[in-house]
Each structure stands twice: as C-alpha cells, then as structure tokens.
C-alpha cells in the first residue's frame, strides 16, 4: 500500500474532485459516511453519548456532517464549533445544514472557551483540525485540547489527533489531542508510525472514502506499507526436481564464547527459511551446542579462542550473515570478509557495532548490503544521537543512499530503507517480539532468502514481514509476555504457509 505526505494527500483530494469528478462537499458527505458507519461498528447500542467538538476548517465540516448523521439513531449527541468567524467554505455548509435540520444541537464558542457539563461515559469526537495543519495550536484551540486531555473520557480522533502533525513526530511542548482510536481517511498517516506519537494516536484504523484509484496509481511516493498482498507476489514457488543446491549456500558467522545462542537461533531460522545448506562459522567452544542444536548445519570452527579471528572460504557462498553474539573482538573477521567477500551480505549486531567504532568499513560493504540495526545499534552506526524517529528514518535514507545499503531499522513498524530512498513500513509483529533473540533470528531469515538468490530488497522484506507473522501466529498459543525467539522460529512454517495462501 502506498502512504502519503499530508500535502500528497491533498493532491489526491483535489484529483478526484477534478476527475470523478465530485464535489468538495459531496466529497465531505461521503467521508462522513464513512465515519458514521464506523462509530456505528463500535458504538451499537443505542443511547450511546457523544460530544462533538469542531474546528473551523474541513476537519470540523467532517464532524458537523457526522453530527447530522447520528440524528439518525436514538444517540445522545453535543456538538461544539469553534473558530466560526473564519469557517472554510464547506464547514460553512454543515453548519447551516446541521441548523437547519437540528437548529438547537449547536453551541458555538467565538473567542473562548466554556467548559461544556458532559457525561463521565461521554465518548468525545476530536473534529477540530486534521492532517493540513502546519503550525502549533494555540488560544481557544488550546483550551479544548486541555479540557480534552483532563477528561477521562474515551476520544475518537477524525482522521488525525488535532495538534499532531501528519509528517512527523510530537515532542510534547504543543498541545495536541490525546486519542483512543483514529479514524484516518483513505490512508494511515506517517505519524502513526512513530514511537512518540503511540500515545497520542492510540488504536488506529483506515476508512475508505474513494480517493481516486487512477490518482493514486499515478501519484509518486517514498513511503509504503508492507502487506500481505506485497509479500504473496513475491514468494517463489519451489521446483518439483529441485535439490539442495537449488537454494542457495549461506555463511553464518556468529557466536563467541557465552553466546551460543545466537548463533542457534539464526542458524535454526535460515534452515525454517528454505535454505538449501547452511555452515555456522564460530569459536571451536561453541561447536558441540551448535551441532546438537542444529543438527542440519555444517559447523565451521575457525578458532580455537572464545570468539573468531579469521575467515576463509569466503568465495564458497552464496551469501553471509554476519554478526550474532559475534563479539567485538572479531574486527579482523570483518575486515578480511569485507576485503574479498563482493555479495551482499546480512550485517547485525556486534558486526555493526565493530563498523561504528571503524566507520571506513561503511565504504567497503558490497552494495545492496542489508544492515539490521536497533535503534541504539544505529545511532551507534551514526555516531550521533538521534532527535526522534523521524529523524532516524531520515538519516537511515541518508545513509542508505550514499552507500548503496539496504537499511532495516528493527522496532514497532520495522521500516525497510532502499537505496534509491524508499521506505517500507512492516505491517506484521507484535509487542512479545521485544525479547533477546528475535533480531538473530531476523538475521537468519534475510541470510537464508539472500543466499537462496532473491534480490536483497526482496530478501530484506520477506524476512522483516514473515518474522512478524510468524510472532503473531505464535500468540495463537503464547502471550505477549511468554513469546520467545524459540517460539517465532517454530510458527515460520504457518508464516509461509499463510502467506502462500496454503
């Protein structure tokens, strides 16, 4: 799914305007539409109580159109205008047909605010300004916000809260509506993505208001949402006379001394991945629990010290993965794989944080590489602290593209960074993933797709999406507060499966 900026966004209004083509207010009434069937969804008792508050631009004609749909139903309903000496024309036009149909529903607040009485199980509607907004609230707007935000009340917000920008992230020194649920049209917004703004957005879910499709085709973005329809088209089908060395021979450099675990749970996830043959490459102290462990693996000791000094055979393989419990002591390894391995390679963990202490090495990883870093493993790679998200993804499209990487920032709506600046938010995953384990096994997933010969954009998606999938079937069984590394490997197969369409 393709995401927008707030003025694309706009753009897309004004295209389908011109080219159903319909009319701004008619285009308002089918987004109230929307909205109305929504809170019908979630509200279906009737005498359910709400409270409207509406801002003066085509936001606030949103909640005044829904206002005039909910008479419909026997709900109890308060509306509030503000701004009205400088309403936009279409918000003007929902006043005057809420007042003409129901003349003593509105209250309209000028110049200040008072506090309306409404009900402790109230449900509030936040309509006061939505994703055009360029600049902090302030004045009359701020007050609402306040009030909002001191009620206990549950807060719907209508496509975005008032005072969050569309494009960024909250610092919390501007007001902005704190929601519950968000109800964002046509498309979720960039904001929603961003940890500092979870608090803020709460639940949030995607209604259709019939932007144009011919629009959206032809409109150029650099953001998008990773779904399951992305990820079906580009899962290969295995050849019925294929044999192991169909798929690919991957090099797994990963554990020291202490950290075996690392290296089995990333060698166990390629091997669950569809890779056809597999060495582990680590400290001769790690071989027995490796081999008992993973039994399908080759083990390559190449040291007999607590973590690797050297590298050979780097030419034998078909990809590496490279950093698992690897330790910082193994810079030689790096730089001797760097220095004569020319295939893209995985690069995780203790591998990034030896290219952060030795910042030429970012010059010499071959192109189209995919580093996996969390978010302190990538300021690291920066050598900067980093405002918020936003600015980490932006610095993560920097890097990318100056040195020709594949970027895969890990969290919350892993976002996938490309060489030529797209970014990708991962749509699958859950909360119990944040547990010791689950970047190696991330880890392990890229290696065995790049290894089996799919493109390292492919590579890099494939694996961020069915290693949230797999994470999510697996609370089929487990909690949040009970998932494992373990557990994901274990669900890989009904993560492929599902998205096969088995």
Request: with cysteine; hydrophobic share 40%; charged share 20%.
């Amino acid at each position: 799914m393709k995401l927008f900026t707030a003025n694309k966004i706009r753009e897309l209004d004004q295209y389908t305007i011109q080219h159903e083509p319909i009319a701004s207010i008619d285009l308002m009434e089918r987004a109230a539409d929307a909205l109305f069937e929504a809170i019908l969804s979630m509200y279906p008792v009737t005498g359910t109580k709400f409270c409207i508050f509406a801002g003066p631009g085509n936001n606030g004609g949103d909640a005044l159109a829904l206002a005039r749909k909910m008479q419909l139903l026997p709900y109890e309903v308060q509306v509030h205008l503000f701004g009205t000496d400088n309403l936009s024309a279409d918000c003007t036009t929902n006043k005057n047909r809420l007042i003409h149909q129901y003349p003593h529903l509105l209250t309209e607040h000028k110049h200040t605010f008072v506090e309306p009485v409404i009900h402790e199980e109230a449900v509030i509607i936040d309509g006061l300004f939505g994703s055009g907004l360029n600049r902090p609230l302030a004045g009359i707007y701020a007050d609402v916000i306040d009030f909002i935000n001191k009620t206990k009340n549950t807060v719907i917000a209508i496509d975005i809260p008032s005072g969050l920008f569309a494009d960024g992230c909250h610092h919390g020194e501007t007001p902005v509506v704190k929601a519950d649920y968000t109800l964002s049209f046509q498309f979720p917004k960039l904001a929603f993505f961003f940890r500092e703004n979870e608090s803020i957005v709460g639940d949030w879910s995607v209604l259709d208001i019939g932007l144009h499709p011919q629009g959206i085709e032809n409109t150029d973005t650099d953001y998008h949402y990773l779904d399951k329809l992305d990820i079906t088209s580009m899962l290969r089908k295995r050849e019925k006379f294929s044999h192991k060395g169909t798929y690919g021979h991957l090099a797994l450099i990963a554990g020291s001394e202490g950290m075996a675990g690392a290296a089995v749970l990333a060698a166990k996830s390629t091997i669950r991945s569809g890779l056809g043959l597999l060495t582990t490459c680590g400290p001769e102290c790690n071989r027995m629990i490796v081999q008992t462990a993973v039994p399908e693996a080759i083990y390559l000791s190449c040291c007999a010290g607590d973590c690797m000094t050297k590298f050979s055979e780097k030419n034998s393989y078909d990809a590496v993965a490279i950093g698992p419990g690897l330790g910082t002591g193994s810079v030689q390894v790096l730089t001797d794989l760097l220095d004569n391995f020319n295939k893209p390679c995985v690069v995780d963990a203790d591998a990034l944080n030896i290219i952060s202490e030795h910042r030429g090495m970012l010059n010499n990883l071959p192109r189209n590489s995919i580093l996996t870093p969390h978010p302190k493993e990538f300021e690291r790679l920066l050598g900067e602290p980093v405002q918020d998200s936003f600015v980490a993804m932006e610095s993560a499209v920097e890097m990318a593209c100056k040195y020709h990487l594949i970027i895969v920032l890990k969290g919350k709506y892993t976002r996938i960074v490309t060489p030529d600046g797209n970014v990708y938010f991962n749509s699958t995953g859950n909360p119990g993933m944040a547990t010791g384990g689950t970047g190696d096994v991330l880890t392990g997933m890229i290696g065995s797709l790049l290894a089996q010969g799919y493109e390292p954009e492919a590579a890099a998606k494939l694996g961020v999406f069915l290693h949230g999938m797999a994470a999510d079937i697996a609370l089929e069984s487990e909690s949040e507060e009970s998932l494992t590394a373990g557990d994901i490997v274990n669900h890989l197969g009904r993560a492929f499966k599902h998205c096969i369409g088995i």
